[in-house]
C-alpha cells in the first residue's frame, strides 16, 4: 500500500521560516517525482516546487528564490524549505509522487497540512 504523508506545517508570522517533510512508503521513491502543491481558499490547488528523481528541481515564480526543494532518496522523504514566508503562502500544502511510463501514470497524495503566515 503507497502511502504520502505531510508534516511541518503550522503558524508562522510573516518573514518566518519553515520546513516541510513529505514522506513515501510503498514505491521505489528514486523512481518517482516529488512536488508541492498548494491549495488556498477558494484557489485552485498549484505547483509550489517540483524535483525529478535525479535532483532536477522547478519552482512557481511566485516562490523562486524564497523556498527550496530537496529529497533525500536514502530516507524516501522529500523536503520544502520555506523562507521569507509571506500571508499569500497561506495554504493547504499537499505533497504528490508522480512517475509516468509508457502505459500508466503512477500518481499519489499526501492529506496536506495546513500552513498559516500571519501576525
Known amino acids: 500500500q503507497v502511502q504520502v504523508v505531510e508534516s511541518g506545517g503550522g503558524l508562522v508570522q510573516p518573514g518566518g521560516s519553515l520546513r516541510l517533510s513529505c514522506g513515501a512508503s510503498?514505491?521505489?521513491?528514486?523512481?518517482?517525482?516529488m512536488g508541492w502543491y498548494r491549495q488556498a481558499p477558494g484557489k485552485q490547488r498549484e505547483l509550489v516546487a517540483g524535483i525529478t528523481g535525479g535532483g532536477t528541481t522547478n519552482y512557481a515564480e511566485s516562490v523562486k528564490g524564497r523556498f527550496t526543494i530537496s529529497r533525500d532518496n536514502a530516507k524516501f522523504t522529500v523536503y520544502l524549505q520555506m523562507n521569507s514566508l509571506k500571508p499569500e503562502d497561506t495554504a493547504v500544502y499537499y505533497c504528490?509522487?508522480?512517475?509516468?511510463?509508457?502505459?500508466?501514470?503512477?500518481?499519489?497524495w499526501g492529506q496536506g497540512t495546513q500552513v498559516t503566515v500571519s501576525s
Open positions: 510503498g514505491i521505489i521513491f528514486s523512481n518517482y517525482a
Open positions: 504528490n509522487a508522480v512517475r509516468v511510463t509508457s502505459s500508466y501514470k503512477y500518481d499519489y
